[in-house]
């Protein structure tokens, strides 16, 4: 079974709007960790965003903040303003358990800001 | 300056040739990990490890091989037993005190032809 789930394949966005990608994931773990990836047309994954279980509370980091609702085991992330450099196919992942470090990862979601 | 380097950035090879993907990083963690990525698809798990000398079959390890003879190399090798070789290969590293947030290599590009 599908352990986090993308359901946007494509979005596409006109310079400064704002851009939300929903994550649902399934975990029956009580520790788990959530991640947010972004993978530019360069190829390499770079980390964004990472919150924990035991940690509901949404932030806000520059342009980027999180909605994560463990009722309905979402955690969807919003690009504010978006910029042509944001760009970029987006993955959401999950690491269940405190000692399982392995990556489940959504099939991803093509973010396209055109200016 | 630290981090995961991965050669060649494009790797071609002929069909029924066994190659190999390097994965080095200078980042002291004790995990490494190799996924696969097709295109419009999320990454796939290939081969992990967690401590030199060891390691653990992913969700798609058939037709795979891995090492991890020092802890700062992974090499992963694709033999001819894997029916679609071609696509993204990534390397990840993970470690201790990281809170699981792997780091990952720039990829290598294998394409058989």
């Known amino acids: 079974a599908q352990k986090v789930t993308q359901a946007q394949t494509e979005i596409s966005v006109v310079e400064k709007e704002d851009v939300t990608l929903d994550c649902v994931y399934e975990?029956?773990?009580?520790?788990?960790?959530l991640f947010w990836y972004k993978q530019p047309p360069s190829g390499e994954l770079v980390f964004l965003i990472r919150?924990?279980?035991?940690?509901?509370q949404n932030e806000i980091s520059g342009r980027y903040s999180w909605n994560f609702q463990k009722s309905t085991s979402s955690f969807n992330f919003t690009i504010t303003a978006s910029q042509v450099v944001d760009s970029a196919v987006y993955f959401c992942?999950?690491?269940?358990?405190?000692?399982?470090?392995?990556?489940?990862f959504g099939a991803g979601t093509t973010v396209t800001v055109r200016a | 300056d630290g981090g995961i380097t991965q050669s060649p950035k494009y790797l071609f090879r002929k069909e029924g040739q066994n190659v190999t993907l390097s994965c080095e990083q200078n980042l002291n963690h004790d995990a490494m990990y190799w996924y696969r990525q097709d295109p419009g698809q999320g990454l796939r798990l290939i081969y992990y490890?967690?401590?030199?000398?060891?390691?653990q079959k992913g969700d798609i390890a058939e037709g795979y091989s891995v090492s991890r003879e020092k802890k700062e190399s992974f090499p992963l090798t694709v033999t001819s037993a894997q029916k679609n070789p071609t696509a993204f290969y990534l390397c990840?590293?993970?470690?201790?005190?990281?809170?699981?947030?792997?780091?990952f290599g720039p990829g290598t590009r294998l394409t058989v032809l």
């Open positions: 990840a590293s993970m470690g201790q005190g990281t809170y699981n947030e792997q780091f």
């Open positions: 490890s967690q401590i030199v000398n060891d390691f």
């Open positions: 992942a999950l690491s269940e358990g405190p000692n399982d470090y392995k990556l489940s």
């Open positions: 919150r924990n279980s035991f940690d509901e």
């Open positions: 975990t029956r773990d009580t520790t788990y960790y």
